[in-house]
């Protein structure tokens, strides 16, 4: 289901704990109100980030990463730029992806990303912030670590693409940082067998912006310097050590149906339906022209396409949940229940799928089962901001207003409203048994807001 929202980098590094601590979160909202917003978001959709998750895997083991820990995550931004922030995510916009005409050059901006983790970049930058010799440097380091994930509320209104020096100070990489990246990406590329032609037609995209002055050149650019060496030594490294690859069909697949749904939703669907012809997987073409019938509000359509797809590939949970969505999306509660169900029995463990179902259980009435859905996709993934926000709903249809209260405290302090979250962070402590688990983690909540109250007020 391609949804759009904030996440909240730091929160994502502690998916497994019940709370929310509350030094973390002091800290992280201390400059709350220094610059206004610029809404960068993040594009959640379970199909598409396994197949990122597909083209990402062989390049990560190459880099010596765990290809299970680190993740690939969409930017809902139409510019060409991917980035870093922290040691298990790697941030790519849509637009890059819709820009590139390989899976070569798409694993290759991966590469060079992951290079930027293996290769101690991220820790070193880290460490000069850390060493800030104020908080408020701190305090603005870390909003800025949040902006750039996509969290420009829990930022407190710094997102990416601002004018921030501190922000262009964290993207801005070194000429010998960029070339270290480069050299390991194409190292990388090639132990995993993939052409590392594919980092010399990456950077051929950028030749001659060099030139052009800073307002014109593109944002990955500015923020990655001097693509003319860049292509010189990626060349140089192709003709000193050759190309070993094969052609990889599953390589070819998954970025054709990553690309597909993306241009579906971002797309008009007028264009989806004038290109969709041109896929060679005929379950990706259907899956495409089911997005673009579904936008248009052709339900029966839009159903038909799909249902095509399925033909083709009937255990693809995946298929399964957008069929879900398109009939949640029309008001069909029981049908939706059904295809997400079957999505949920094909893939148990995908958070954004059970999201889904326990959004399907609530309306079709069944709100503790809801919860129950909802539960075990937040013990998976706590970048759902959405999720949140139908926890809430389903705690409260199920008469459990100390829980929703709770639900909705948390989510509030993500997205870095925290006196609302303080708000309802009292009421849920006032409502839940006291000392009890859910208790501490509505005080965490508390606190955080009272202490961002005292900072704001100095």
Request: net charge positive.
């Amino acid at each position: 289901m391609l949804i759009s929202h904030g996440a909240a980098m730091f929160i994502d590094r502690l998916n497994r704990l019940a709370s929310i601590p509350a030094l973390l979160l002091s800290t992280l909202f201390f400059v709350a109100s220094a610059l206004p917003a610029a809404a960068l978001g993040l594009l959640r959709d379970a199909d598409i980030e396994y197949g990122l998750t597909k083209l990402a895997a062989p390049v990560l083991t190459a880099a010596g990463l765990n290809a299970k820990r680190v993740r690939v995550l969409v930017v809902n931004d139409a510019s060409f730029n991917a980035f870093v922030v922290d040691s298990q995510t790697i941030f790519v916009n849509y637009g890059l992806i819709l820009k590139v005409s390989s899976p070569e050059m798409l694993q290759a901006v991966i590469g060079h990303e992951a290079a930027h983790i293996a290769n101690g970049h991220l820790s070193r930058r880290m460490q000069n912030m850390r060493s800030a010799s104020s908080i408020s440097g701190l305090g603005l380091a870390l909003a800025v670590l949040a902006a750039a994930a996509g969290a420009g509320e829990a930022a407190g209104g710094i997102a990416a693409g601002t004018q921030s020096s501190a922000y262009r100070s964290f993207l801005a990489h070194t000429r010998a940082e960029e070339s270290s990246a480069d050299r390991s990406a194409a190292g990388y590329l090639t132990q995993a067998g993939i052409s590392p032609q594919g980092l010399v037609d990456l950077h051929q995209i950028f030749a001659g912006q060099d030139l052009l002055s800073a307002a014109n050149q593109d944002p990955y650019m500015r923020s990655h310097p001097l693509s003319r060496d860049r292509l010189r030594a990626a060349k140089s490294y192709v003709s000193s050590y050759g190309d070993r690859s094969s052609h990889n069909a599953e390589a070819d697949y998954w970025f054709a149906r990553v690309r597909g749904k993306l241009s579906a939703f971002k797309r008009s669907p007028k264009w989806t339906k004038r290109r969709a012809h041109e896929e060679s997987a005929a379950d990706v073409r259907m899956m495409r022209e089911a997005v673009a019938f579904h936008r248009q509000n052709n339900l029966k359509k839009a159903l038909k396409s799909l249902s095509g797809a399925l033909a083709k590939l009937p255990n693809d949970a995946y298929y399964y949940e957008l069929k879900g969505q398109i009939l949640m999306e029309n008001r069909r509660w029981n049908e939706a229940l059904a295809a997400y169900g079957r999505a949920v029995n094909l893939a148990p463990s995908e958070p954004l799928i059970l999201g889904g179902y326990g959004r399907a259980l609530l309306a079709a009435g069944k709100p503790k089962q809801a919860i129950q859905a909802m539960e075990k996709a937040r013990s998976r993934d706590f970048r759902d901001a959405r999720l949140l926000r139908d926890m809430s709903l389903a705690y409260a249809k199920a008469g459990q207003n100390g829980m929703a209260a709770l639900v909705t405290a948390e989510r509030y302090a993500l997205q870095g409203r925290m006196e609302d979250a303080g708000r309802h962070a009292k009421r849920a402590s006032s409502l839940l048994p006291r000392g009890s688990a859910n208790w501490r983690r509505a005080q965490d909540v508390l606190v955080a807001a009272e202490q961002y109250q005292k900072r704001k007020n100095k």
